[in-house]
């Protein structure tokens, strides 16, 4: 079992940063793949950024190539998204998710746990 804390969100004008943050405890961190979702209002939950476990493979969506970086620290049991030149079509709530698989996925069912959520909002 794993559980996921995410941490980071917050309100942010336009072109604006933030770092998001998932606390991960239980199972051993290091062995498995991460992802950054998001949701905004009416739209289905999208893959944002996917890390295989050792880092040696990412993915973004196209939509925030560039902007955002995914990131881990085994050592520290956390994962990152560092967002940057943040637009109002970012807001959403962002959810870190980890899969008992290593590798990078693409979709929800290949997730076996889920962070409760952080909500980002960019102001224009």
Known sequence: QV????SGGGLVQAGGSLRLSCAASG???SSIGLGWFRQAPGTERELVAAMRWNSGSTFYTDSVKGRFTISRDNAKNTAYLQMNSLKPEDTAVYYCAARRGGGVAYTIPSYD???QGTQVTVSS
């Open 113 to 115: 746990y889920w962070g």
């Open 3 to 6: 559980r996921l804390v995410e």
């Open 27 to 29: 199972r051993t961190f």
